[in-house]
């Protein structure tokens, strides 16, 4: 049984990795490509929050923001 620490490194991740879309995936397109991309880094910036009230909460957001504009443009 994991940590609450590693299931919330899991869940950080969750949507980038239903994705399927990493460095190796030359030929995906480049909005996937970008989707991956702001999907890892809102993944990481939630790591960095960790539940506490700081600049990270606001990268977050933009990321959401990002993510919403390039998957309704899909």
């Given at each position: 049984m994991g940590s609450k620490?590693?299931?919330?490194?899991?869940?950080?991740?969750?949507?980038?990795?239903?994705?399927?879309?990493?460095?190796?995936h030359?030929?995906?397109?480049?909005?996937?490509?970008k989707l991956a991309v702001f999907e890892l880094s809102r993944g990481l910036a939630t790591l960095g929050v960790n539940g506490k009230e700081n600049s990270f909460q606001r990268v977050v957001?933009?990321?959401?923001?990002?993510?919403?504009?390039i998957?309704?443009?899909k």
């Open positions: 620490d590693e299931e919330e490194e899991t869940d950080a991740f969750t949507d980038y990795d239903m994705l399927s879309t990493g460095p190796q030359v030929f995906k397109s480049k909005d996937e490509q957001q933009g990321f959401d923001q990002i993510i919403k504009r998957r309704k443009n």
